[in-house]
């Protein structure tokens, strides 16, 4: 039987390893549709269960990577053809059944997009969980009454993968956008893909966050936690909403519930795993459509399948901006 490459991550007596090996189609876990693996990506989640910085693995031994976009090989699925081009995001999908980072995955039909007409498979993976994660919280907080008019929305950590794609979708839908970052030397990033106006964390005292503060923010993509989330909630106007997507800074919230019952705020939790598929798919849709980013290629860098392992390092230590890419075949 053909061997094909894979990326694996196993845990031996609570260590991680993680490396190249060789998989046939027989060891795969079950699933309806076997696709030809085109691209994946990289999130922080896949960094953390690469590195063992995360208690991120559901069992021993995984094919790392969350998403995978390619070409249907196989399907027992009437839903599914040869030849479909589809995406895969979330689920169990590199923390407990083999994933993308090989190139040959084999899923669960009911874990499967067809990519949206117009939507190319690296595209597909240039957005991945980080920008269907940013897509679904501008679905949530619009549906939660946000509309550019009501004011401007604040995306912190901006310049990681959701950030990115969250300052450009929102600015593309006509939005103003603040950005919020602890990085002084992106400033012309952040402005080039659509931020209106940029703030340092460091202009910011978050050792004093008082419990209502200058209304400011009609809505806010919350990637950070802890007391940036906190800040946040008390400068929000009166039925303004927060999107909270990330933890990078801390799952601690010390806030009070002053700007929930006094300003009607609303925090919506995002959980881009176990999102409907309805739901999933309204999102892609709007992301290869009127929420399409104008800056995706700025946003992304692209890199060989070989230089996988270079960068699971550098997104734990926040020295990556944007999106990276992982081209299969390359």
């Given at each position: 039987?053909?061997?094909?490459?894979a990326?694996?991550?196993?845990?031996v007596?609570?260590?991680?390893?993680?490396?190249?090996?060789e998989?046939?189609?027989?060891?795969?876990d079950?699933g309806?549709?076997?696709v030809?693996?085109a691209y994946s990506d990289?999130?922080?989640k896949d960094?953390?269960?690469a590195?063992g910085?995360?208690?991120?693995?559901?069992r021993?031994e995984c094919i790392g990577?969350?998403?995978f976009s390619?070409?249907?090989v196989?399907?027992?699925d009437?839903?599914f053809?040869?030849?479909?081009?589809?995406l895969a995001?979330?689920?169990?999908i590199g923390?407990?059944?083999?994933?993308?980072y090989a190139e040959?995955a084999r899923v669960?039909?009911d874990w499967?997009?067809?990519?949206?007409?117009g939507l190319t498979?690296?595209?597909a993976m240039?957005f991945?969980?980080?920008g269907?994660?940013a897509?679904?919280?501008?679905?949530?907080m619009?549906?939660?009454g946000?509309?550019?008019?009501?004011?401007?929305?604040?995306?912190?950590?901006?310049?990681?993968?959701?950030g990115?794609?969250?300052v450009?979708?929102l600015?593309r839908?006509?939005?103003?956008?603040?950005?919020?970052?602890g990085k002084a030397?992106?400033v012309?990033y952040?402005?080039?893909?659509?931020?209106?106006?940029?703030?340092?964390r460091s202009e910011?005292d978050?050792s004093k966050?008082r419990p209502?503060?200058k209304?400011t923010?009609a809505g806010?993509?919350?990637?950070?936690g802890?007391?940036a989330l906190?800040?946040?909630?008390s400068?929000?106007?009166?039925?303004?909403?927060i999107?909270?997507?990330g933890?990078?800074?801390g799952t601690?919230l010390?806030?009070?519930v002053l700007?929930?019952?006094?300003?009607?705020v609303?925090?919506l939790?995002?959980?881009?795993?176990?999102?409907?598929?309805?739901?999933?798919?309204?999102?892609w849709?709007?992301?290869?459509?009127?929420?399409?980013?104008?800056h995706?290629?700025e946003i992304?860098?692209t890199?060989?399948?070989?230089?996988?392992?270079?960068?699971?390092d550098?997104?734990?230590g926040a020295q990556?901006?944007?999106?990276?890419?992982?081209?299969l075949n390359a």
């Amino acid at each position: 039987m053909e061997k094909f490459k894979a990326f694996k991550i196993t845990e031996v007596d609570k260590k991680v390893q993680a490396g190249f090996t060789e998989f046939t189609l027989d060891q795969l876990d079950p699933g309806e549709v076997v696709v030809r693996v085109a691209y994946s990506d990289v999130n922080y989640k896949d960094a953390l269960a690469a590195t063992g910085k995360g208690r991120i693995l559901l069992r021993p031994e995984c094919i790392g990577g969350i998403d995978f976009s390619g070409t249907v090989v196989s399907s027992s699925d009437a839903r599914f053809a040869k030849g479909d081009a589809v995406l895969a995001t979330g689920f169990d999908i590199g923390v407990k059944h083999h994933g993308g980072y090989a190139e040959y995955a084999r899923v669960p039909a009911d874990w499967l997009v067809k990519a949206p007409q117009g939507l190319t498979l690296w595209e597909a993976m240039a957005f991945g969980t980080a920008g269907f994660t940013a897509g679904l919280a501008i679905v949530r907080m619009e549906q939660n009454g946000l509309r550019p008019e009501n004011g401007p929305v604040i995306v912190d950590g901006a310049t990681g993968g959701v950030g990115s794609i969250a300052v450009d979708a929102l600015a593309r839908l006509g939005y103003k956008v603040t950005a919020l970052t602890g990085k002084a030397g992106e400033v012309d990033y952040l402005k080039k893909i659509g931020a209106s106006e940029v703030k340092l964390r460091s202009e910011l005292d978050l050792s004093k966050i008082r419990p209502l503060d200058k209304a400011t923010w009609a809505g806010a993509v919350d990637n950070l936690g802890g007391e940036a989330l906190a800040w946040m909630a008390s400068t929000m106007k009166v039925g303004g909403c927060i999107a909270s997507i990330g933890l990078a800074a801390g799952t601690a919230l010390n806030t009070t519930v002053l700007p929930f019952i006094l300003r009607g705020v609303s925090l919506l939790g995002v959980d881009s795993v176990n999102c409907p598929m309805p739901v999933r798919q309204e999102v892609w849709r709007r992301l290869a459509g009127d929420m399409r980013p104008a800056h995706l290629k700025e946003i992304t860098r692209t890199i060989p399948f070989a230089e996988l392992p270079s960068v699971f390092d550098k997104f734990i230590g926040a020295q990556i901006r944007g999106r990276v890419v992982v081209d299969l075949n390359a």
